[in-house]
Structures are given as C-alpha cells and as structure tokens.
C-alpha cells in the first residue's frame, strides 16, 4: 500500500552532508533552524564531556554515557573507523544496557583499584546494577603466536571482548538490550544474523571490517542494524551480554561472565599494587589517573595514546577539534616520566622498545644495513605512517562542533621540543632502570645531533601552532634539555669528548635563550623578540635550566599566573595575539597547565598558593575522577578529547609535589623511586664534562 503524502522519511547520511543546514539542531531534529543553535539545546542533545566514563583493556577503549549506551568504540585499532560513534552523531551507532524506564543512574563508580564500571540503577519497580569491562585475561594464546605483539609478551592480555552483565538487587527491574553499531563512522550500518538455532547469539556480516558476535543470555532480536532484548529481572536474577570481535571463544554462560570479570580486576589490581603511593587523601585520585594512563597504552607495541577520542570540542560550536587517537611522542615521553615516580618502569621499557621500533625499522635480512627514520611528531600505536588529516562531513559533531576530523597533520610539523622529552625520557629511564641499551643511546645520539643542527631555526612549538612558525622559547629550551641530558648521558658511558662537545652546545643555547628569551620585565617570553607569555615556560622549573630561587624563573610563574589564569585555570596563551591559525578563536583552560601552576608554585617555594590551586583543581575532576584537555573556567565543564593523557600526568607530578612539599615541611619525604648504583657512582648533579 501506498500512502500519498508528503515525504517524511529521512535523508540518507550523504544527502544530509549535501544539505547540511547552518544548524545541528535543524539536521538532528529534521526542522529547519534559522541562526546558530541555542547551546542549552545542544547540552540536552549530548551528554557533558566529562559525564562519559572510560574503560579499556590496553588495546582497545571505548566511552560509556551515563545513559548506559556506549558511545565510542574504534575497532580493530584505536585510531580506527569507529563501530560506536554517537559521541559524534546521534544516528551512528550505540551500545544500551539500561532499565527500558530510565535513562539517570542512580549511581556510578569504578570497582576500586580496577577499570570495572559498576552502573546503579533504581526504577520505579526495583534496583539494577550493570557491571562494564573489556575483559582482559592469562594469557591464552598456547601454541601460537600473536600477530600484533612486538613487545615482550606479560602474563595477561586483552580477549577484545566487551562485557556487561546485569544483577536485580531488589524487587523486579525490565531490562533492555539495544546494539546497533555503525561500521566507518557511521556510514555502514550493521547487517546481522544468528549464528545458530537459537536466539543468543548473532554476528554481522559486513565484508571489510572486523566481525562483531554478540552473545548473551536474553533472547534476541534483528531489527534493521539494530539486535534489540528485554527481559524482566527479580530479586536475585541476573543476565549478560557479550560483545566480541576477536578470534576467542567468548564467555558463553554467567559463570564465565563471572570469571572473566575475576581475571580483569586481578589484571588491573595487581598492576596497581606495582606503584608507590603516598597515604594521602588524594591516593584514590593518583591511582585513578595512573590506571588511566595505563588504559591508554597499546600493549602490543608499548605506544600511549594521547587520548582515545577524536573532535570532541575545545569550545562548543568552533573548529579546534582534533584527532587526537595517536601517540604523540612528547606526551608520551612526560608520561612515562610520571609513571617512573610512581614505581612504573615497565611502560617506559615498553615505549622506548616502540620509539626505537619507528625510528630503526626492523631489516628485513641478516647483514642489511639498518636503515634510520625520521622522528615524527606523531605516529599511530602499531607504528605505521601517520593518516593524512581528513574531515568527516556526513558528521554533526559533538553539540554541533565542526569539522569532525580523522588524522592529524601535525605528524610533519616541525617542532623541536619533541627532541628535548625523547632525550630527557632516555635520561630519567637510565636514572631509574641503572642502565642504558645501545638501541636507546642510538636514539639520544639522533635527538641531539638533530637539536644542535635545528635549535637556531623556526618551528611549529609544543603547541602545534598552525600559523607562521617562529622562535619559541620552550623550542629553545627543550633543544638545550637535549644537549645537557645528553651530555650526562656520553659521560656515563666514558664518551668524554662526545660530552664536552655537547655540553658546549648546550652552553651556547643557555646563553643566546637568556639574551633572546626575556623581557625587560624579566620573564621568559613565549617566543624571540615578543613580550607574549606562554604556559608552557611553567615547565621551567622541572627542567632545571635555571636554579628555582632565580629571579627570573620566579617572575615567569607569577606573570603566568597573573596574566593567563582565570581563577584556578591556566590558558596556553591568548588566541587573540597569538598566530595559532584559526583567527583568534577562543578556547577553554588548558588543565595540564592548571597542575604545571601548582608544581611550579611548589618549585619556587609557595606552597599555600601551590595547594589551595590543587584543591581547586582536584574539586574540578569528573565524577569518576577523569580529566578532558580543557575546562572552561566560567562552568568548570570540560572540553577537548576525553581523557587526556598530558593532563593525568601533569595531576600526578602536581599531586605529589604539594604531598613531598608538605612531608619534607613536617619533616619527611616520600624519597627518590630508586636509587641506581651506576647512576649515583657518578653522580646526578654533576656536570658530565671537565669543561669549563
């Protein structure tokens, strides 16, 4: 039968990027809509940034709304097409398991010390709670080898299943199920069928992307893309589901459930068990953001991703959304420098192994000569070349925030301070492991030969600037951090006249940055000849260019800290003046900034100021403890990727500064992680050279 009328039904997703309206509202509602949208409606259209909760099992991740709907999930990489992407686009692609009359939890929280989302649930009729993971177990692979694995296999490893079961604590609660996964951002919807006689389970069969099989105990149904269930739970029932996209049997029962939930919390409990925490009040928050950071490394090559998401916005309706799914090398390098306070040494092993991988290509014969890469700024976890950025037009964006981007051109930029963090990275990892592969100095010796032919030229800086290059001072800075780390460095190995050359050279950078780099009011400026200040010279204290008690460094801390923060919050700088590329358009507070404020508080002795700002900080996290890259200061709602690496690290040195600063003030001191013989026979803090 047909019906005259008019046409009602939905455009497709490429005649909706065709005639993309000026407003997301008028796209996402199918109402035209004049002027740009109301941001109280795009909030009501999706969830805050920070009300999204983060699991992983060290390959893949993916971002659970408070809704109960998995939002996010790239498969089979993370810097891959994602399955789930409404975080993006409400139409492309989500995961439910929630009572069917409730869409507020009651409660949410991690299972402590693990990356188990426990979800609680009170309806009308009763109370629910739903437990998510993606599973990691012993590692299983008897008899054969894994494909993705470069690094030394560990005792476990991820099952690249994704598992939720629920539990009815009280009374009767109905549940219901609804998968409907959108393969390539959503432009391929899922085709299903059942695997068998019965109805528990059913896979996809899309040619070209991984295969999805999904399991449980609930009788399912094909509806369209979509498998959709409902079942009613009392007192005392349970149910489940699986998600799996591997080549390993899946949990099949709920005692399989059970035990895979078993092995997952033992993963991540004994990992964190591993570190060195202080007892403070702030310890859960340190092992939060330690657990993090470890759901953000790829284990099979040792890569850390700066985060799992891709344009989440840096201010809602503007274009500073980026795809940050990569390892950027600097961060990485910060990263593990944070985890080696805490007692981690194994991720540092890890990325080095990977940082020596992208940079000396296995050959493929015995006797080839070895062949030298290129150091990028960025590379994808398996160390592959970095995908040219591109834009997904058939997209909305999160709350309307466009382009929504796929790759990241700041792969090829020229930016020198990545130089400074590899060699400093090598330097603190020798401190901490008291020694020092040959494959690890053959990187130090290529960042610094690469930091003395560069440091005089123009770059992109730590910031990624997409305007004209200049002389940025960090750049400096971090150009001279590799020609002093690595002088020390030579004169541990006996390489005396490698370490006087280069501790010649890093004299030389000191001298032209002291001249070049400050003010007349006696701060280090954000570039040569400019009166700008930058948050990242908040780093200055950390790096030991100049003593903390110099009158400079502690000009520097202050004049950022009257000039760029709002409140608690620290800006990078002023997108007004400073040429970013994107015309001055505004964004939130860098929070990585924020907690180098209250370090270097700490560094140049004001440690009221330096613990009042934390607390202020520690009071901004999310509910489950999680940072994105920015906070806008006026709503403390936070913006940009979600989480961030750079920011979880910058918590945990900030954190245990103020707590050293408070016990050496009491009196104590939480100590070095370690103390090497090899590094300590020659001796930290002198100068590797007979140079004068």
């Known amino acids: 039968m047909i019906l005259e009328g008019p046409d009602t039904s939905l455009p497709t997703r490429e005649q909706r990027a065709a005639t993309a309206s000026p407003s997301p509202v008028g796209r996402l509602s199918g109402r035209r809509s004049e002027g740009p949208p109301n941001q109280e409606t ?129 009374g009767r609660v109905d549940v219901q199920l609804n998968c409907e996964p959108s393969f390539d951002y959503g432009r391929d919807d899922a085709v299903w069928d059942f695997t068998g006689g019965t109805y528990e389970q059913v896979a996809t069969l899309n040619p070209s992307v991984p295969r999805l099989v999904l399991t449980g105990d609930m009788r399912f149904g094909i509806e369209g893309r979509a498998v959709r269930a409902r079942h009613r739970l009392v007192e005392g029932e349970s149910l489940f589901a699986v998600l799996s996209w591997g080549d390993v049997e899946p949990p099949m029962n709920r005692a399989q459930v059970d035990v895979s939930r078993a092995e997952t919390s033992r993963f991540w409990r004994d990992w964190i068990d591993g570190g060195h925490f202080p007892d403070h009040p702030w310890r859960e928050l340190l092992q939060r953001s330690a657990l993090t950071l470890k759901g953000l490394t790829y284990a099979p ?89 591109s834009e997904l037009d058939h997209l909305t964006g999160h709350g309307g925030s466009r382009p929504v981007r796929s790759g990241n051109s700041a792969y090829n930029q020229t930016q020198f301070d990545v130089l400074g963090a590899i060699v400093d990275c090598v330097f603190e990892h020798t401190r901490s492991r008291d020694s020092l592969s040959e494959r690890s100095w053959r990187i130090v010796v290529q960042a610094v030969e690469t930091a003395l032919r560069s440091w005089k030229e123009v770059d992109r800086g730590i910031w990624e600037v997409r305007g004209e290059p200049q002389h940025f001072t960090f750049s400096k800075i971090m150009c001279w951090v590799a020609a002093d780390r690595g002088a020390r460095l030579a004169a541990l190995r006996g390489e005396r006249e490698r370490a006087d050359l280069w501790w010649a050279a890093a ?111 520690v009071g901004a996290s999310s509910a489950l403890g999680l940072y994105g890259e920015e906070i806008d200061p006026a709503t403390a709602r936070h913006l940009g990727n979600f989480p961030q690496a750079l920011t979880h690290l910058a918590l945990i040195n900030a954190l245990l500064d103020v707590i050293d600063a408070e016990q050496r003030a009491a009196g104590k001191s939480m100590g070095p992680a370690g103390s090497p013989s090899w590094w300590n026979a020659v001796g930290m803090s002198d100068r590797p050279t007979t140079a004068t």
């Open 42 to 170: 795009l909030a009501t259209i999706f969830p805050p940034i920070a009300d999204y909760a983060f699991l992983s099992d060290c390959e893949n991740s993916c971002l659970v709304a408070p809704t109960g709907s998995i939002e996010w999930l790239c498969l089979p990489r993370p810097h891959d097409p994602s399955i789930f992407g409404t975080i993006l686009d409400r139409a492309a692609g989500s995961f439910r398991l929630a009572p069917i009359d409730s869409a507020v939890p009651a409660h949410r929280q991690y299972v402590p010390g693990t990356m188990v989302l426990a979800t609680t649930w009170q309806t009308r009729s009763g109370w629910l709670i739903v437990n998510d993971f993606m599973a990691v177990a012993p590692w299983y692979r008897d008899g054969e080898r894994s494909e993705s694995h470069r690094r030394t296999p560990g005792d476990f490893d991820a099952r690249h299943v994704l598992v939720r079961s629920a539990v009815c604590l009280h």
């Open 301 to 389: 090559t040792g890569a850390m991703l700066a985060a799992p998401t891709t344009s989440l916005p840096e201010q809602p309706g503007g274009q500073r959304n980026w795809d940050y799914r990569y390892t950027w090398i600097r961060d990485a390098a910060f990263t593990l420098r944070s985890l080696h306070g805490l007692g981690f040494d194994t991720e540092a092993d890890d990325f080095l192994a990977f940082l020596g991988e992208v940079l000396e290509p296995r050959v493929a014969t015995a006797g080839a000569p070895r062949t030298r890469g290129n150091l990028q700024v960025l590379y994808p976890v398996d160390g592959a070349n970095a995908v040219p950025e």
């Open 507 to 617: 004299h030389e950078m000191h001298t032209d940055i002291c001249e070049k780099g400050v003010s007349e009011e006696g701060y280090f400026t954000q570039a040569y000849g400019s009166k700008e200040l930058d948050a990242s010279l908040l780093l200055l204290p950390t790096l030991g260019f100049l003593p903390v008690d110099d009158e400079r460094i502690r000009a520097t801390v202050l004049a950022i800290e009257g000039d760029l923060c709002d409140g608690a919050f620290v800006y990078r700088y002023r997108p007004e003046v400073t040429d970013d590329g994107l015309e001055g358009q505004p964004e939130g507070s860098f929070t990585a900034c924020s907690f180098w404020l209250v370090s270097a508080l700490v560094a140049i002795g004001d440690l009221d100021r330096a613990r009042s700002q934390c607390e202020r900080l």
